[in-house]
């Protein structure tokens, strides 16, 4: 059985955020520096809420929308929503991220991933969401929390809706929270879903 991630030894999980970098565009000096910043203590810009990325990039896959952000000291945040498939009437049960839109102009999502992480820390929960009229948006139901710690721990993503239908105050809006623990420091991270005219994802600390 492979090991849990809190009984990773600290240069496997060291590897693994290398490799994770590298795998995100980020130079291995750069990668081997973050993992260098981190051991010693300090959180990396990715990692702190009142940080603004320096470079935000988003690519739509088949199965995806993908954002990276990247920070001042070359850390990285991703941040993925799930493309919904056209849902199918005949098929029975809940399976994997479906959408079915109606003649008046509502279309309906089923079961949709969230993601987003850090390299040391990933999130995912599901969501049903709809959205109506090119401008509004609502979400009816969050679950599945998943969390996967490298270098440390990280409790299970508890999930709320924190406004249920978008509004003048602000979008749909449902979030998942998490704290990463590790014997070199501990961070909060957050995960969102927004709902109006479009929905996003987006990423606190994570």
């Known amino acids: 059985m492979p090991a849990s991630a809190s009984e990773i030894p ?3 999980g060291d590897a693994r955020v290398i490799e ?3 795998a995100h565009g980020v130079d291995e000096d750069v990668a081997a520096s973050l993992v260098a910043k981190f051991n010693s203590g300090e959180l990396l810009d ?6 603004v990325p320096v470079d935000i990039a988003t690519v739509t896959t088949a199965d995806e929308e993908i954002t990276t952000s990247t920070f001042a000291d070359g850390s990285v945040s991703v941040v993925a929503l799930e493309t919904p498939k056209p849902a199918d009437p005949n098929a029975r049960g809940i399976g994997t991220c479906s959408s079915i839109t109606s003649g008046t102009g509502y279309t309906n999502y089923t079961n949709c991933d969230i993601w987003g992480s850090n390299a040391y820390l990933e999130l995912h929960f599901r969501a049903d969401y709809t959205r109506s009229g ?8 969050v679950g599945s929390p998943y969390q996967y710690a490298t270098g ?9 809706i924190t406004r249920s239908f978008s509004s003048a105050a602000g979008p749909a809006t449902a ?3 998490s704290q990463y623990s590790s014997s070199a420091t501990t961070f909060t991270a957050y995960l969102y879903l927004k709902v109006a005219a479009n929905a996003t994802t987006s990423t606190t600390g994570l």
Do not use: E
């Open 10 to 12: 600290a240069n496997d």
């Open 20 to 22: 994770w970098y590298l």
């Open 46 to 51: 990715s990692m702190k809420a009142d940080s």
């Open 134 to 141: 090119g401008t509004n948006g609502s979400i009816a139901r």
């Open 152 to 160: 440390g721990t990280a409790t299970t993503p508890q999930l709320s």
């Open 175 to 177: 979030q998942g929270v």
